[in-house]
């Protein structure tokens, strides 16, 4: 933790604090019983609560210390977006059946260079895992290792691809895929 306290939170504090003062000095003329103490207290009060509420406008709210993600500058800005990182590798599983009957093999099959692909965040074995899934369904899952590094990583979206499809004929498919990590 910081141990610094921020310039918006100085600036909390003493709004805070001006807002005690205000307080007491308005219950302070109040309770003098006269009017000139009244006057006096209360004016004094009430121009403490105009400073405050002066400091509390040039605070940030927290809308606007956290960045909007879904804003198309935080996509293409350099100043706030990490540069995307690229990982290459292949889909395991892939000779195995789905667990609605499909056949990865079959979905494979169909997939072209370029298509889309969806990962999908899950838990195999109390570990974190990723379904990869392509427009005609499940075609495998990614390694281990893999599935652990993207779950811990610090971005946000992971896109992939289809890179190459191997196999064919008397051989099991495979597939290569890239993936795209970026906030």
């Known amino acids: 933790m910081n141990k610094k306290m921020s310039e918006n ?4 504090l003493l709004v805070i604090v001006l ?3 205000a ?3 308005i219950m302070s003329g109040v309770l003098s019983g006269s009017i000139a103490g009244f006057l006096f207290f209360g004016v004094s009060g009430f121009l403490l ?5 002066k400091v509390n406008k040039t605070r940030k709210s927290i809308n606007e210390l956290v960045p909007d993600t879904s804003s198309p500058i935080m996509k293409t800005d350099p100043s706030v977006c990490v540069e995307p990182k690229f990982i ?3 889909v395991v599983g892939v ?3 789905n667990d609605d009957g499909t056949n990865r093999q079959d979905n494979i099959e169909l997939l072209e260079v370029n298509d889309d692909l969806e990962l999908t965040e899950t838990e195999y074995k109390d570990e974190p895992a990723y379904i990869v899934e392509g427009a005609y369904g499940q ?3 990614l390694k281990k290792e893999l599935a652990a ?3 811990e990583d610090s971005y946000l979206y992971h896109d992939a691809k289809v890179k190459s499809i191997t196999g064919g004929g008397d051989k099991s498919y495979g597939c290569n895929i890239e993936i795209i990590c970026h906030n």
């Open 9 to 12: 939170g100085k600036k909390l």
């Open 19 to 21: 807002y005690f003062i």
């Open 23 to 25: 307080i007491d000095l």
């Open 49 to 53: 609560i105009m400073v405050a509420r």
């Open 88 to 90: 290459y590798t292949k």
């Open 95 to 97: 000779t195995y059946d």
């Open 139 to 141: 075609i495998g899952f």
């Open 149 to 151: 590094e993207l779950y």
